[in-house]
């Protein structure tokens, strides 16, 4: 049986009126932010937002605080990894990994992440079909 991946879904997005470039550009770093000169828009789509988390951002200090709520840690690990399909092993290893000195632990087991992005549809995280289903 494949292990499930799950990524940011653009339609779901459109489907429940969230609007995703505003989303995602307001999880870049402090310094991105700032050297903006005009405000995030729908039309501008999400690409440069996403590259510049993933070839940037993602690497502050600013980007995943140790007080990140969980489901907004997840949803930045998968817009620092480009949007890319990821599954909850793969999430669980990255904030082991950002968190490893945060003062207070926090569960970021494999099997936590899976229920929480299960259960993500605020941030539009979505299962990657298995390609067995589209047959």
């Known amino acids: ?4 991946r799950f990524l940011v879904d653009v339609k779901d997005a459109n489907l429940i ?3 995703l470039p505003l989303m995602i550009s307001s999880r870049r770093c402090y310094t991105c932010k700032q ?3 005009e405000e995030p ?3 501008a789509g999400v690409k440069p937002y996403l590259k510049r988390i993933a070839d940037h951002c993602q690497e502050t ?3 995943l605080l140790g007080d990140t709520p969980l489901k907004e840690a997840i949803f930045r690990v998968i817009l620092g990894g480009g949007n890319r399909p ?3 092993e793969q999430i669980s290893q990255i904030l082991t990994e950002k968190w490893a000195l945060n003062p207070y632990p926090r569960d970021v087991s494999t099997n936590r992440i899976q229920k929480l992005l299960e259960h993500s549809e605020y941030y539009c995280i979505a299962r990657v ?7």
């Open 1 to 4: 049986m494949p292990v499930p």
């Open 17 to 19: 009126n969230r609007s």
């Open 35 to 37: 050297a903006d000169d």
């Open 41 to 43: 828009s729908q039309s």
């Open 61 to 63: 200090s600013d980007y």
């Open 86 to 88: 990821m599954n909850a």
């Open 129 to 135: 079909p298995d390609p067995k289903d589209s047959k």
